[in-house]
C-alpha cells in the first residue's frame, strides 16, 4: 500500500536517537466500504493480514506480503523488489526512478488537475488501542482517508522522524496521491481508507491485496475499505542481511523503457 506526519513533548526516558533501528508491525484489513460511511474509528472482524517497515540507518524494509519485499538504499537511491515465492530480484536505479518520477509530474501538469490536498484535522479526538488520538481527514482524487495521530504515543517524536528521515524520491516514485509520513503532524497509529472503483485499477497499494488468499475479486468491483493499524513498534538491531538480496535470487533482464531508443537497424540498398 502508499502509506503519513508538530513536534512532540516527550519524557527524557523515552526519547531515542533518530538514527537507531526502528520496526513497525501494521495489521491490515480489506472490505466492502459501509454505505455509510463514517469517521469513528472502524471495528472489523475481517481477516487481517501484517504488514511492516524496517528502518536501519539510510535503509528501508517493507514487507508488505509474504510474497512482496521492497528495500529502498537512501545512499545510493536504489530501490530493490523481492518477489520472494519466485527468488526474483528487479532492480529500479535512481536514473530511473527520477524518470518515473519526472513522468508523473509531466502527466499531472498535463492533466492541469487540482492542487495537492491537505491533511485536515476534524477536532475530533478518540482512544485507539489505548492511545489519545487526534483525527485527520484527507480527500484525493478518488479516495478519502481518515488518520488516527497519537501525539502522547511512546518514543512517537523519534518514530516519526525515522519514518521522515527517508528520502522524499522514494514517496514520491511508490505513491503520488497519499500523504506521505512528511505530511503528519504527529504519529498516525491508524489508517482508513476508502477507494473508489476507478481508483483500485491504479493504486500500487491495493494491487497485492488482490492476489491475498481470502479475498474475494468481488471485493474489487465496488468501493474498498483499506485499514491499518500500528500493533508493535520496536527498536530492537536489524541485521544488515535484511537489506540485501538472497544469494539464490536471480535478476530477470527488463526492457528500458525509459532508455534512449535504438537506431534503426540499416536498410538493405534496392538491387
Not at 520472494?84 to 530480484?89: A, F, G, I
Amino acid at each position: 500500500m502508499r502509506i503519513t506526519f508538530c513536534s512532540l513533548a516527550l519524557g527524557i526516558f523515552f526519547v531515542v536517537s533518530a538514527r537507531a533501528d526502528l520496526t513497525i508491525a501494521y495489521s491490515t484489513t480489506v472490505q466492502p466500504a459501509s454505505k455509510q460511511q463514517t469517521t469513528e474509528a472502524p471495528e472489523t472482524t475481517q481477516a487481517a493480514t501484517n504488514m511492516t517497515i524496517k528502518i536501519k540507518g539510510d535503509k528501508m524494509r517493507i514487507d508488505a506480503s509474504p510474497k512482496m519485499t521492497t528495500i529502498f538504499d537512501g545512499t545510493t537511491g536504489e530501490v530493490i523488489n523481492l518477489i520472494r515465492d519466485q527468488k526474483t530480484v528487479i532492480r529500479i536505479s535512481p536514473e530511473k526512478m527520477k524518470a518515473v518520477t519526472d513522468m508523473l509530474e509531466r502527466f499531472k501538469s498535463d492533466k492541469a488537475g487540482p492542487e495537492k490536498p491537505v491533511l485536515k484535522p476534524t477536532g475530533q479526538k478518540e482512544v485507539v488501542n489505548g492511545y489519545e488520538t487526534e483525527q485527520y481527514t484527507y480527500d484525493g482524487p478518488n479516495f478519502k482517508a481518515t488518520y488516527w495521530v497519537a501525539p502522547n504515543y511512546p518514543n512517537g517524536a523519534a518514530i516519526l522522524a525515522q519514518l521522515q528521515s527517508v528520502k522524499s524520491e522514494f514517496w514520491d516514485a511508490a505513491n503520488t496521491k497519499m500523504p506521505d509520513f512528511r505530511d503528519f503532524p504527529g504519529l498516525p497509529i491508524r489508517m482508513r481508507i476508502i477507494l473508489t472503483k476507478e481508483d483500485q485499477q491504479t493504486t500500487p497499494s491495493v494491487t497485492p491485496a488482490k492476489k491475498r488468499p481470502g479475498h474475494s475479486e468481488q471485493l474489487f468491483g465496488h468501493a474498498t475499505e483499506i485499514t491499518s493499524t500500528i500493533t508493535s513498534v520496536n527498536e530492537n538491531p536489524i541485521s544488515d542481511s535484511e537489506f540485501t538480496v538472497p544469494a539464490d535470487y536471480k535478476e530477470p533482464k527488463l526492457p528500458d523503457i525509459f532508455g534512449k531508443p535504438s537506431a534503426a537497424p540499416p536498410v538493405s540498398p534496392s538491387p
